[in-house]
């Protein structure tokens, strides 16, 4: 059986006193309240907070994971991390290909292939990120651009490895927007992706592939599209930084994980 995984997007936000504090929060709220095993969680915050909240989060359950890497060890590459700086920094995942990337740095798919192998080659597991814009959509090509971002940025991985990531449908036009996918519209791309995997790799890795939806997902509308089959959990960006929205979220994903 699939687990639900939720994880926090900080992106750029806050600093390594309250990016603690918030992480501490989300911990001690968490043992008191959440129902032990059926979510993994995960803290994805900028490089600077990777240390002070490791240190929040030493000896819990919650994960770290980082927003970003460039594949390769180590070398001239000004302002870069890679996966072995990451992982010695606690971190367990790692998202790659938000359309932030995409969109406002340029990253192609080919590119984000190359960091997916580079994240497995340290044993980093990534969160790939892949989602249409409104004007795709609008042009009735949602499916034809997740398809062709899905093959671009799994190329030539072989399916042992795929069965152990976690891909996130992110609708470009859902994040940050407050206009998040209706349960149907995600459900829909999650079945179309689930259906990619499965005439790929085969059914088996298909079926252990965790299908995060993101994109304005809130306390309000968490349950409905957690309760959607192919929906195994969410990428959180907004209400990931107010403690009790994401707990909330948390909850829906531990109830929706009761039910499966
Ligand atoms: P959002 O961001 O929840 O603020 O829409 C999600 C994401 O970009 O991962």
């Not at 814009?133 to 090509?141: A, F, I, V």
Request: charge should be negative; proline fraction near 4%; include cysteine.
């Amino acid at each position: 059986m699939r687990p639900y995984i939720v994880a926090g997007n900080w992106k750029m936000n806050l600093d390594a006193r309250s990016g603690q504090s918030l992480a501490s929060e989300i911990r001690a709220t968490l043992e008191q309240t959440h129902p032990g095993g059926l979510v993994r969680v995960l803290l994805c915050p900028p490089f600077p907070l990777l240390p002070s909240v490791a240190e929040a989060l030493t000896g819990s359950d919650i994960g770290l994971g980082g927003q970003n890497l460039y594949p390769a060890d180590n070398g001239a590459f000004t302002g870069e991390v890679s996966a072995p700086m990451l992982a010695a920094a606690g971190c367990s995942h790692v998202i790659l290909g938000h359309s932030e990337r995409r969109g406002y740095f340029g990253e192609t798919d080919a590119f984000i292939n190359k960091k997916v192998r580079h994240a497995l080659a340290h044993k980093l597991l990534p969160i790939i990120c892949m989602g249409e814009t409104l004007e795709q959509r609008e042009q009735d090509k949602a499916r034809q651009t997740v398809e062709t971002q899905f093959r671009g940025v799994l190329k030539d991985i072989d399916g042992d490895s795929v069965g152990n990531l976690i891909l996130a449908y992110e609708p470009v036009w859902a994040i940050g927007t407050g206009k998040t996918a209706t349960p149907k519209q995600a459900q829909e791309m999650h079945g179309f992706i689930r259906t990619l995997l499965s005439s790929t790799y085969g059914d088996s890795v298909a079926q252990s592939v965790v299908l995060q939806y993101g994109g304005s997902v809130n306390a309000d509308n968490a349950a409905d599209l957690f309760a959607q089959e192919d929906v195994d959990g969410g990428l959180i960006g907004g209400a990931s930084l107010r403690t009790q929205d994401f707990l909330s979220i948390v909850t829906a994903a531990a109830e929706a994980a009761k039910r499966t």
